[in-house]
């Protein structure tokens, strides 16, 4: 699903924050910035509680860098210039979370432990209630605005790596090989869905484009299930690479799935099929004039 990119002034709208919030949260910065350094230092205490501390943040190098990036993440968020910038540098912070890989839990209630500080902090001042509950309220605003931009960016990521690994797999998945000049051979195993088949027939009118192909081996054997929706897959399969002329030859039909195909009445009229890799290969010579001598 594509997420829909608002720009700073667009999200200031959507979340509501008005120059008011603005105004108020800079006003608290002078308070809340001198509190920092122990704040971040108390939060570290409560990450080494956790799983994920020993896992990203035991190196003290790294540890030392975070922790500056930390102080800047949080100036930033009292100078509350809430421009394109602002919103960029948000997007960069989910970035680098979904690169090392933290948890976008550990994030949330990291930054759920920080807005907790600060309100201990705010509702420690001399202040009168009204002007208390009008900065808790910017706080919440900017903070929550801030999470959904790091959020989206995180999953942005994630979701990109996910369609990358599933390109990857599918490639790997739809393995077409030249076995000779002329004659080219796909093992399939698993399950052939609609996406599967239609990447197989990609991959394969592809493959017959480029290698000149006459002979094409599709070998199911490792296919367990075979209902009505696989075998019409199959059967434009075949279609599809008799019109680039070249011939399929469908192998490794089981007797169980041979007995379904009849079962679903399906027209196998146009496929040509054997029992097993073999004899398709067997077959595929015949159609080049060649064969295979002992010596």
């Known amino acids: 699903m594509e997420v829909i990119s608002r720009n700073a002034t667009q999200l200031c709208d959507l979340y509501e924050i008005t120059k008011e919030d603005i105004e108020a949260v800079r006003e608290f910065k002078p308070v809340a910035i001198d509190k920092i350094p122990e704040m971040v230092d108390s939060w570290y205490k409560w990450l080494k509680t956790t799983a994920e501390f020993q896992e990203y943040f035991a190196d003290p190098l790294t540890l030392h860098r975070v922790q500056k990036l930390q102080l800047s993440f949080w100036e930033e968020f009292f100078d509350a210039n809430i421009n394109d910038q602002y919103v960029s540098s948000r997007k960069s912070v989910g970035e680098v979370h979904a690169r090392i890989g933290l948890s976008q839990e550990i994030y949330l209630a990291g930054v759920d432990h920080f807005l907790s500080l600060f309100i201990e902090i705010l509702l420690a001042q001399d202040w009168d209630?009204?002007?208390?509950?009008?900065?808790?309220?910017?706080?919440?605003?900017?903070?929550?605005?801030?999470?959904?931009?790091?959020?989206?960016?995180?999953?942005?990521?994630?979701?990109?790596?996910?369609?990358?690994?599933?390109?990857?797999?599918?490639?790997?998945?739809?393995?077409?090989?030249?076995?000779?000049?002329?004659?080219?051979?796909?093992?399939?195993?698993?399950?052939?869905?609609?996406?599967?088949?239609?990447?197989?027939?990609?991959?394969?009118?592809?493959?017959?484009?480029?290698?000149?192909?006459?002979?094409?081996?599709?070998?199911?054997?490792?296919?367990?299930?075979?209902?009505?929706?696989?075998?019409?897959?199959?059967?434009?399969?075949?279609?599809?690479t008799k019109l680039m002329g070249c011939e399929c030859i469908i192998s490794g039909l089981s007797p169980a799935v041979a007995q379904t195909i009849v079962e679903l009445g399906i027209d196998v009229g146009t496929i040509r099929t054997t029992a097993n890799l073999k004899a398709a290969i067997g077959i595929a010579f015949q159609k080049l004039n060649m064969k295979i001598v002992k010596q």
């Not at 808790?136 to 369609?163: C, F, G, P, W």
């Not at 990358?164 to 195993?189: C, E, H, N, R, Y």
């Not at 480029?210 to 399969?237: E, R």
Request: charged fraction near 15%; aromatic fraction near 2%; glycine fraction near 2%.
């Open 129 to 240: 209630n009204a002007k208390i509950n009008k900065v808790r309220r910017a706080l919440n605003k900017i903070a929550h605005m801030d999470m959904t931009i790091i959020v989206q960016s995180y999953e942005h990521v994630v979701n990109q790596k996910i369609t990358a690994q599933s390109k990857t797999l599918m490639a790997m998945s739809t393995p077409v090989t030249q076995l000779w000049d002329g004659l080219l051979l796909l093992p399939v195993v698993g399950l052939i869905d609609s996406r599967r088949a239609q990447d197989i027939m990609d991959n394969t009118l592809n493959h017959i484009s480029q290698h000149h192909a006459q002979s094409f081996i599709l070998d199911i054997s490792g296919v367990a299930v075979v209902d009505t929706a696989v075998a019409n897959h199959l059967i434009k399969i075949t279609k599809a």
